[in-house]
């Protein structure tokens, strides 16, 4: 049994490093591509720099305009993210800590938003965004991605707040607090592993994104970075390596935001393993 066991886990652990090395090496060939002249580049791009060309970012930056297109990656990507997770948080305090007629059906809702292919429904959206006048403007990223991105972070969070005690609840009002006292000061602060997970699943989808943006955004001023990359990888410079750069500029901030969430985050996957 022990030797079975032993077996199970040395082919699981080895699986595991095969695919971490399948996804590393790509990024890894891409940021030290990225400090290399174009001209080591097209000599070997397989081998190591032999100095760091830290201009090929500063260059990058400037042709590829990307303070523009940065600025409104931000300003979407976080005001959908606000949005989902407060709403999302609020309908899964509601959903788990209360009984009430039609709660199944609106989780069932919730559920079926899941299943809905996103890009199926990218007319629809259109046309919708063009009737509100919200054609090339923020909104129209903001709202579909805060909708479409609900349904998970209710699931996510349902299914984390449903295993508190009810004795919260009960101290809470003997205190004399209310419903969203509650809410605020003892069920969110505890829900903080969860949080980081829906989090971070809502950041990359919202920076990665780009067919939404493709369709719903025309004006340069307004571009988020996926679509302002599209342009400069292949049409407004042949440079390889400043393309890699911009890709690596682009990369860093899921990093950062993961390394800053990733405590969290394990916590969370390590509290629902316990809870299952």
């Not at 079975?4 to 090496?25: P, W």
């Not at 060939?29 to 001209?39: C, D, G, P, Y």
């Not at 990656?73 to 005001?79: H, Q, W, Y």
């Not at 996510?156 to 101290?171: H, V």
Request: glycine content about 6%; charged content about 10%.
């Amino acid at each position: 049994m022990n030797r079975k066991s032993g077996l199970f886990k040395f082919l699981a652990y080895t699986f595991l490093s095969l695919l971490a090395i399948i996804n590393i090496v790509p990024l890894f060939w891409m940021v030290v591509n990225s400090f290399k002249k174009e001209q080591e580049y097209a000599a070997n791009p397989f081998s190591l720099p032999t100095s760091l060309h830290f201009s090929n970012y500063t260059q990058a930056w400037k042709v590829a305009n990307m303070d523009v297109y940065f600025l409104n990656s931000i300003i979407v990507t976080f005001v959908a993210l606000i949005i989902t997770v407060f709403l999302g948080a609020l309908a899964a305090y509601f959903l788990s800590r209360f009984k009430f007629k039609g709660r199944g059906l609106i989780y069932s809702l919730f559920l079926l938003g899941m299943l809905v292919p996103i890009h199926a429904i990218l007319i629809p959206i259109f046309l919708i965004m063009q009737k509100l006048h919200l054609i090339d403007t923020y909104w129209s990223l903001i709202l579909p991605y805060t909708a479409f991105h609900l349904s998970l972070t209710v699931f996510i969070l349902e299914g984390f707040m449903k295993g508190f005690p009810k004795d919260l609840e009960e101290s809470g009002v003997v205190d004399g607090a209310g419903v969203y006292r509650i809410f605020w000061s003892i069920i969110l602060p505890i829900t903080r592993p969860a949080l980081a997970t829906v989090i971070i699943l809502n950041f990359i989808y919202n920076w990665n994104e780009y067919l939404f943006a493709l369709v719903l955004i025309s004006s340069t001023a307004l571009k988020t970075l996926p679509l302002g990359l599209a342009n400069f990888v292949g049409v407004e410079t042949a440079s390889l390596t400043l393309q890699m750069a911009a890709l690596t500029i682009a990369l860093i901030p899921i990093i950062i935001f993961y390394l800053l969430l990733q405590k969290q985050l394990v916590s969370g996957m390590t509290a629902g393993a316990v809870k299952g």
